[in-house]
């Protein structure tokens, strides 16, 4: 079942692209598992936030999450490295990818139906607190419990495709065997390296080498929802994610 489920999303993937009226390009996915009942998840109520939901919140019979990582392609993440405000594609790809994330998973969440099992859904963004601009269910957190690549110093999970793109979760009562949890170090920071890149090109300051102000991060995601009326809530930057050694693969 997980081999099927893995084909399942990349034929998700790979199809969804081709619709007519998408922009964006996308790599192939990488899938992990985790188990609802690794008591990492509980860690989660002091790492992220105490009203942090748990799987069984969003499924009450949960036993594994499915999480995975679609890569933008080269294009789109290279597109957004000049000027302060996002590209007009990197904005869609956010836009496009958070649309893909909501379908692929009521895909998958029809597959596991027609096999006798449950999922739980839950939104790719916004599913956050506008006060303490904190996640109630931090798909980043969840996808590394589940082995897809450790955190990087601008706070995004480095996969072994890299940072550039969209991670989905779904909470599902199909019990399967969980990925082995990824904990090599992938920043290079964090390993020793002298690499503040990401730091670097955060265009307002909100990224520092010791610390990270989310509300000086959210004003400027909001400056760009201004200049992409065209779309949805496009709170997006993304500056911090490309013309990194991380950008499309693990550098270590």
Not at 32 to 44: E, G, S, T
Not at 180 to 192: D, I, P, S, V
Request: with cysteine; net charge neutral.
């Amino acid at each position: 079942m997980r081999k099927k489920i893995k084909n399942s999303i990349q034929n998700y993937l790979d199809n969804y692209q081709e619709k007519d009226g998408i922009e964006s390009e996308w790599k192939k996915a990488v899938v992990k598992f985790a188990a609802a009942a690794d008591p990492m998840f509980n860690r989660l109520k002091e790492a992220v936030s105490a009203s942090h939901l748990m799987p069984e919140d969003i499924l009450p019979e949960a036993k594994t999450i499915i999480a995975y990582f679609i890569p933008f392609s080269n294009k789109t993440a290279n597109s957004n490295i000049e000027e302060k405000y996002s590209s007009h594609q990197w904005a869609k790809a956010y836009i496009e990818t958070n649309q893909l994330i909501a379908d692929l998973n009521q895909h998958l969440k029809d597959i596991l139906a027609e096999a006798g099992f449950k999922a739980g859904l839950i939104p790719a963004t916004n599913n956050f607190d506008k006060e303490r601009l904190v996640s109630e269910w931090s798909h980043r957190h969840a996808a590394y419990i589940a082995g897809l690549g450790t955190f990087g110093l601008n706070n995004m999970l480095i996969t072994e495709k890299g940072c550039a793109g969209r991670i989905g979760t779904l909470v599902t009562d199909l019990a399967l065997e969980a990925s082995k949890r990824y904990e090599k170090e992938r920043c290079l920071n964090k390993a020793g390296y002298k690499c503040r890149k990401c730091v670097d090109r955060c265009v307002n300051g909100a990224l520092q080498k010791d610390s990270y102000d989310r509300y000086r991060c959210y004003e400027m995601l909001l400056e760009n929802d201004e200049i992409h009326p065209e779309t949805a809530l496009t709170d997006v930057c993304g500056k911090c994610c490309v013309d990194l050694p991380c950008s499309f693969n693990s550098p270590l």
